[in-house]
């Protein structure tokens, strides 16, 4: 609640959330930050991220795979998902 209170350090959450994107162009990088965001409010549900996203699930299987390549294990260690979170 008090980070949503101050808007430059939610920025900064944010940008050190999405660090592992900056490397990829533009568009690529802002799916993979809405399919994290989807993956962050629906865990284990492809089906769902994937009506979320107007994608197909086979898609969402492979920006996860994408995700993961970029995030490493962040994103099987509880702490930094609710960092991501």
Partial sequence: ???RAD???LADLRARALTPLTGLAA???ARLADTLR???LHPGRRDEIA???FVSPS???YRLR???DLYGDRLQDPRSIAELT
Avoid: F, I, K
């Fill in 1 to 3: 609640l008090v980070v």
């Fill in 7 to 9: 808007s430059e350090a």
């Fill in 27 to 29: 568009a690529p990088a």
């Fill in 38 to 40: 989807s993956w962050l």
């Fill in 51 to 53: 009506a979320e996203l």
């Fill in 59 to 61: 898609t969402v299987r």
């Fill in 66 to 68: 994408q995700l993961r």
